[in-house]
């Protein structure tokens, strides 16, 4: 048979078995080889059944430091598996078949053990073709079967690798070493999101969510990382243009800034092949513009918190488990007051997030020749390490991390700005609540003011003060205190009245 042909079932079935007893019984004479066989196979490869129950025994022994020779695996075998599997001799056979080194059998065993998996479950896919003829179950048990060969090919364990005990000791030591900001930057250098972390910037339109997100994009390319932009929301065109104005090189954004535009929801295979792409390309940073447009693409519901949380294992984890930061842009309610931290469609959005999760405040709107301004703010903090590079919010219970400027000078090019926050007293965004409160009732005694200038401007004689707070709208209260410091002012005089009454007029009434 050419080396370049298939082998038949029977004689890749035999070389499994044989590969599984070279694997046990080199494991057997050198027990520090089984750390690195055990990465590569898992019990449920080996075909042989006396080398499977070896193997599980080898695995309780060896990390244990407990001796692995014929005898003292003779003894520590329960009888009854020993009996099974054909008495003491079959130490002696796995014995026979110790090559020293058995990782190249180790990986010709999970080679075969793949494509065994995947012919299995392709032949799945043929059965429900041509007998049920559920064409939709056999296209998404075919492309399961196929992206699983990643899993494999990479050698990963088939079962329980995510239940297995955290090793807990660089915590217990000291040496435990907490995640930082790396990625992005504000003006002062400081970093904006966790590598490796699901992140997320959230505000309402136009207040610059893909500026922030951009500018962080030019700081790691121009870094020399790769960087890719999934966009649902607006073409290449705009996002490219923008890039280029605030000061991209059309050189390093061709190499480097990965745009992607999908204009369909995605096979699990190809979302695999994108994670895939990222990995290959170390990036740093992943920007999923368009929350809500995903989500819509891909058939799953907004308000549902189940299918929040599929969008999240679908897109956003396997993207984080390549090491880079995901930045997923998310609009908010239309209503200040009932938004809080959260953003269109669920609190689970915001649970999803294991970085850091900003709210973008506008202030100034964005133009051309203009100079516009966004309030970043912290949400989230799960690691907390950007909180303390912030300050406290004043009336917002969020703190304030960065502003966001971008001013424009024509149609060519503007200055992008992450500047560090800095408080001001005169800051009307930073009052505090009561100052706030203050400010408004100043604002409503002024309006008032005004309102009982003009009353008195239209009356013929003068008013009590009784008549003028039914002529106002609004709380008598108001109208007294507006009354008091308009008299108080100048601009309204006093006067008596029959019965020792006091009326007010304006000064030039009786003139």
Known sequence: MSTYETPQWGAREEAALDHSKVVVGTAMHNPDHFSALAEVVTPDMLRDTPARAVWDLLAQRIPAGLPVNYVALHHAMPEEVLKKIGGPVVFSILGDHNVGDALWHA????????????????????????????????????????????????????????????????????????????????????????????????????AGKSWVALISCLVEINRGNHVFYLDFEDSEEGVIGRLLLIGGIPEVIAERFHYVRPGGAPSPMLLKAFVSRVREFEATLVVVDGVTEAMTMMGLE??????????????????????????????????????????????????????????????????INTEGRSRLRVAKDRPAQVRKNALPGGKSAMHWFADLVIK????????????????????????????????????????????????LAKVTEPLSQTAIENLMPGRASVTRRALTRLVHDGRVQVTEGPRKATLHSLPNASA
């Open 302 to 367: 907004l308000k549902e918190n189940t299918d929040i949380a599929k969008f999240g294992r679908m897109l956003l984890r396997p993207l984080a488990d390549t090491g880079a930061a995901v930045v997923p842009l998310d609009h908010v309610v239309k209503s200040s007051e009932s938004r809080g931290r959260y953003s269109l469609g669920g609190v689970h959005k915001l649970n999803a997030v294991d970085g850091v999760q900003y709210m973008l405040e506008a202030v100034r709107p964005f133009g």
């Open 408 to 455: 424009s000078d024509g149609d060519e090019f503007a200055e992008a700005h992450l500047y560090a926050p800095i408080q001001r007293v005169d800051d009307p965004a930073e009052m505090t609540v009561e100052d706030e409160k203050q400010a408004r009732a100043e604002a409503e005694i002024a309006e008032r003011g005004e309102a009982v200038l003009k009353a």
């Open 107 to 206: 990986e010709e065993l999970r080679r075969i053990t793949v494509r065994d998996r995947i012919a299995a479950k392709l032949r799945g896919a043929l059965t429900r073709i041509e007998h049920d003829d559920d064409l939709e179950a056999a296209i998404e048990v075919a492309l399961t079967a196929v992206t699983d060969l990643d899993t494999f090919a990479a050698g990963a364990k088939t079962s329980g690798s995510d239940w297995d005990d955290v090793d807990l000791s660089p915590v217990l030591s000291g040496s435990y070493k907490p995640s930082l900001p790396t990625v992005g930057a504000r003006d002062d250098g400081v970093g904006l999101f966790y590598p490796g972390r699901v992140n997320g910037i959230q505000g309402e339109s136009e």
